[in-house]
């Protein structure tokens, strides 16, 4: 299907990347159609047996500093009082309990990225990311 034939997507209609539209709202299984504009085209998706919410992760990292053998005492205790670093994870929420959240970068019906587990106990905030519908 081209644009020509109605895809959801059409470079008329949109400026975004990519736009996915549910083509039956009342029910998520059926199937999703996307437009990207780089290859021109409209897909069909159906979708997965489960879905997995895409998130942002922002937590703090634990981190160790120093040489091997022995480290001036003042640079260590100067070193110690600054911040720890401030990291920002996006990807699909896959596990959480009260004591990690684990992300996936790309998934597909059977294969996947490497897993990042993130202690909850160094999360500041964890952000549902959804669709911008002012993009369409």
Not at 57 to 86: F, M, R
Not at 97 to 107: D, Q, R, T
């Amino acid at each position: 299907m081209n644009s020509s034939e109605g895809c959801p997507g059409s470079p008329a209609r949109t400026a975004n990347i990519l736009e996915i539209k549910n083509e039956n709202e009342k029910d998520p299984s059926r199937a999703y159609t996307y437009y990207s504009k780089y290859t021109e085209e409209c897909q069909v998706v159906m979708p997965k047996s489960k879905k997995f919410d895409m998130v942002r992760v922002i937590w703090i990292d634990a981190e160790e500093h120093g040489e091997i053998g022995w480290n001036s005492l003042p640079a260590q205790l100067k070193y110690a009082k600054k911040p720890v670093p401030e990291m920002h994870s996006i990807g699909f929420e896959v596990f959480r309990n009260e004591k990690h959240i684990a992300l996936l970068s790309s998934i597909g019906d059977k294969e996947c990225s490497t897993v990042e587990k993130i202690p909850i106990a160094f999360v500041i905030s964890i952000e549902k990311l959804v669709l911008d519908e002012r993009t369409k």
